[in-house]
């Protein structure tokens, strides 16, 4: 009994070191840079036991595919940091729809705050008429409902615009997922309900309490947001932390557990402005078809991602305790997307032959 028992035990102690390598540092207290200046913490690939010949390939890829600036952090710390193509560690660059995740947390936040309530319809905040929707239909949507693409503002024919006059009626809020640009309203919502402008919230209650540097600027009729490589990080490793930035709470747990949690019964990969991953369906967008399986068939299923045009990437992946950042052009000209593409895929077979 006792060859057993021992046999046993050096299989258990085998396994959970080999556990260690693909879910590194279980133990280690999470790291947070300080929130001026360029100082953050690092650890090596040997630290983690990653496989050091994995890396030039991935990088190879990363400049292959346009890309400009690349991040991993494990526990807050820089494991990689490289830049492509001219850019560098101070150069801006632009979210896109990537960008969508900052305001589901300016949401919170001010739901938080007692300012707004995302059950209420947006119309108690902006008043009526800012659809062309009769208004027994404008009346049905909620600030959940942009949270959630969920409006039945019609997706297609009037593209991103959001005058009242290009937001038309579709379906009965609630029914339909369509990936539409009219989430923006819930800027309006904030701006409201706080009396500030959104840009001043938003710097007051997130940027300038996690250190992220950037603005928000017009890029194609859109207000996106434009920042460093180490800020879009910064604001992943709040997310990795469930909404708390050292032991300063930015963003309730409670909310945080909803947003990054499939939000309605149509599209299981989509949460508050978050993609999904590991759900056994999801739709995209400009699409009304259900495809099966998970988004990214080779990244982690507890992977939750900001996914913006021309292949900006936020990934977060709790159980690896790993924050990805990938910003750039597109990676296949060819092929653009809105926010997923063949290059996810082909990028986490990469990542993942790091720790695999």
Same mark, same amino acid.
């Given at each position: ?36 200046? $360029? ?48 850019? !560098? ?7 896109? !729809? ?9 949401? /919170? ?23 062309? %929707? ?9 600030? @959940? ?13 009037? /593209?991103?615009?959001? $005058? ?40 007051? @209650?997130?940027?300038?309490?996690? /250190? ?26 709040? %997310? ?38 590991? @759900? !056994? ?17 080779? /990244?982690?299923?507890?992977?939750? %991602? ?6 900006? @990437?936020?990934?977060?992946?709790? !159980? ?37």
């Amino acid at each position: 009994m006792s060859k057993i028992c021992c046999t046993f035990l050096t299989l258990l102690f085998l396994t959970s070191c080999s556990s260690d390598t693909t879910n590194p540092t279980p133990n280690e207290t999470a790291y947070f840079p300080p929130l001026t200046g $360029d100082v953050w913490e690092t650890k090596s690939i040997a630290d983690l036991g990653w496989k050091q010949t994995a890396v030039q390939p991935l990088l190879d890829y990363l400049a292959l595919k346009n890309s400009k600036g690349f991040i991993i952090l494990v526990n807050g710390k820089i494991v990689m940091e490289n830049y492509f193509n001219g850019h !560098s560690a101070s150069t801006g660059w632009y979210w896109a !729809s990537a960008g969508k995740t900052l305001t589901a947390t300016l949401t /919170g936040i001010a739901q938080q705050e007692g300012l707004i309530n995302i059950n209420n319809k947006v119309s108690d905040y902006i008043g009526t008429g800012w659809t062309s %929707m009769p208004l027994a239909k404008e009346n049905l949507i909620t600030n @959940k409902h942009l949270l959630t693409m969920t409006s039945g503002i019609e997706d297609v024919v009037n /593209g991103d615009a959001v $005058d009242p006059a290009s937001l038309i009626y579709k379906a009965d809020a609630g029914t339909r997922w369509a990936y539409h640009n009219v989430y923006v309203k819930l800027q309006d919502v904030i701006a409201s309900a706080s009396g500030q402008t959104w840009s001043n919230y938003f710097n007051a @209650k997130l940027k300038d309490k996690i /250190g992220m540097t950037g603005a928000w600027v017009q890029l194609d009729n859109n207000s996106v947001y434009w920042s460093t490589t180490r800020s879009m990080a910064r604001f992943g490793l709040l %997310m990795l932390n469930k909404g708390k930035w050292n032991n300063t709470t930015i963003l309730n747990e409670a909310y945080f557990n909803e947003a990054s949690n499939t939000s309605q019964n149509i599209n299981l990969g989509y949460g508050y402005l978050w993609w999904l991953n590991g @759900k !056994s369906s999801y739709h995209l967008p400009q699409s009304q078809l259900q495809f099966n399986g998970s988004l990214i068939p080779t /990244g982690p299923n507890d992977m939750f %991602m900001a996914l913006g045009k021309n292949d900006q @990437k936020i990934y977060v992946i709790p !159980s690896k305790k790993m924050v990805v950042i990938r910003m750039g052009d597109v990676a296949n000209p060819a092929n653009p997307t809105f926010a997923l593409s063949g290059f996810d895929e082909e990028l986490w077979t990469k990542i993942s032959a790091l720790y695999q």
